[in-house]
């Protein structure tokens, strides 16, 4: 049971625009920033976005993120058959201080 | 760029000890904290804890405290993940990533360690 809820699963068709969900608590999504991975299976995760919905060198504005007291999302537009992949939210957590992630969720391009 | 390079797969069996690491390329890490995630067949990501290259300050998360060392020796640019006592449970992708500071967002991955451990 991760400590942030991201639904197991999303999809979309090509060009749309798709919303994956994180929700989390007061000592976490409620404190801090939220930062989303994307993990093509068999690789490395890769930062995607990170705190104030800051994209990393060479992600493209496609992905954006928000956050609203408990809950984020992460949205791409404009969806691409390469965004195929698992997305993971992360926010460190003022009670357990430690570092906590969403179960991930994957996204099927159609 | 700093590139992370991990150690190669291992396997082991119950009960064994193991010690992997993660060595900074192309930029000094003394500076930078280094976390270590899990990821178990088939399942999602889970930290387990970080350390400062610089002097060796260790946070852990509660769910892996006691259960495992991390270590570093800044002068090799290098952290360190060890069991003492390996179960089959711990068979899993380990990952390391850099951090700016233990509660910063972890922007460089290392390319992940596969470890498993069967009798």
């Known amino acids: 049971q991760s400590v942030l809820t991201q639904p197991p699963s999303a999809s979309g068709t090509p060009g749309q625009r798709v919303s994956i969900s994180c929700s989390g608590s007061?000592?976490?999504?409620?404190?801090?920033?939220v930062n989303w991975y994307q993990q093509v299976p068999g690789t490395a995760p890769k930062l995607l976005l990170y705190?104030?919905?800051q994209r990393p060198s060479g992600i493209p504005d496609r992905f954006s993120g928000s956050k609203s007291g408990t809950s984020a999302s992460l949205a791409i537009s404009g969806l691409q058959s390469e965004d195929e992949s698992y997305y993971y939210c992360?926010?460190?957590?003022?009670?357990?201080?430690?570092?906590?992630f969403g179960g991930g969720t994957k996204l099927t391009v159609l | 760029d700093v590139q992370l390079v991990q150690s190669g797969a291992e396997v082991r069996k119950p009960g064994e000890s193991l010690k992997i690491s993660c060595r900074g390329s192309g930029s000094s890490l003394t500076n930078s904290w280094i976390g270590w995630v899990r990821q178990m067949p088939g399942k999602g990501l889970e930290w387990m804890g970080i350390?400062?290259?610089?002097?060796?300050?260790?946070r852990y998360s509660p769910s892996f405290q006691g259960q495992l060392t991390i270590s570093a020796d800044k002068s090799m640019n290098t952290a360190y993940l060890q069991w003492n006592s390996l179960k089959t449970s711990d068979t899993a992708i380990y990952y390391c990533?850099?951090?700016?500071?233990?509660?910063?967002?972890?922007?460089?991955w290392g390319q992940g360690t596969t470890v498993t451990v069967s009798s």
């Open positions: 007061s000592s976490n999504l409620g404190s801090n920033a």
């Open positions: 992360a926010a460190w957590d003022d009670s357990l201080n430690s570092w906590v």
């Open positions: 990533a850099r951090a700016a500071y233990y509660y910063y967002h972890m922007d460089v």
């Open positions: 705190g104030k919905n």
């Open positions: 350390i400062f290259l610089s002097d060796s300050d260790t």
